[in-house]
């Protein structure tokens, strides 16, 4: 009954920006840590952000720092992911995931998680 649906991924040139969503059903989102990962081909998994239940931790992979923006909106059963300055190596498919607990912090590694979308494909031309 847990489902997580990710949409907002696309075609956008170098330089540009997109909204990733992550929308939760069969759950209260507000109790999760979420995760946002992506995957390019023939690459490792890679933990892009992570956002506490509380909004109150956030935590970006090195590549991605400055440039993206996690935000949840509990209301919504939602969580974004602001993708600005886009670059060809941004591109791949963009997962979310979430884990139980109002205690859990963030963290960027996969194997925490308990709970996944089933991706969103970001392409970035350049």
């Known amino acids: 009954q847990v489902q997580l649906v990710e949409s907002g991924g696309g075609l956008v040139q170098a330089g540009g920006s997109l909204r990733l969503s992550c929308v939760a059903s069969g759950f209260t989102l507000g109790y999760y840590t979420i995760g946002w990962f992506r995957q390019a081909p023939g690459k490792e998994r890679e933990g892009v952000s992570c956002i506490r239940e509380s909004g109150g931790q956030m935590q970006y992979a090195v590549s991605v720092k400055g440039r993206f923006t996690i935000a949840r909106d509990n209301a919504r059963n939602t969580v974004y992911l602001q993708m600005k300055h886009l670059q060809p190596e941004d591109t791949a498919v963009y997962y979310c995931?979430?884990?139980?607990?109002?205690?859990?912090?963030?963290?960027?590694?996969?194997?925490?998680?308990?709970?996944w979308g089933q991706g969103t494909q970001v392409t970035v031309s350049s």
């Open positions: 995931a979430s884990t139980y607990g109002s205690d859990r912090p963030c963290r960027l590694s996969g194997s925490y998680y308990a709970s």
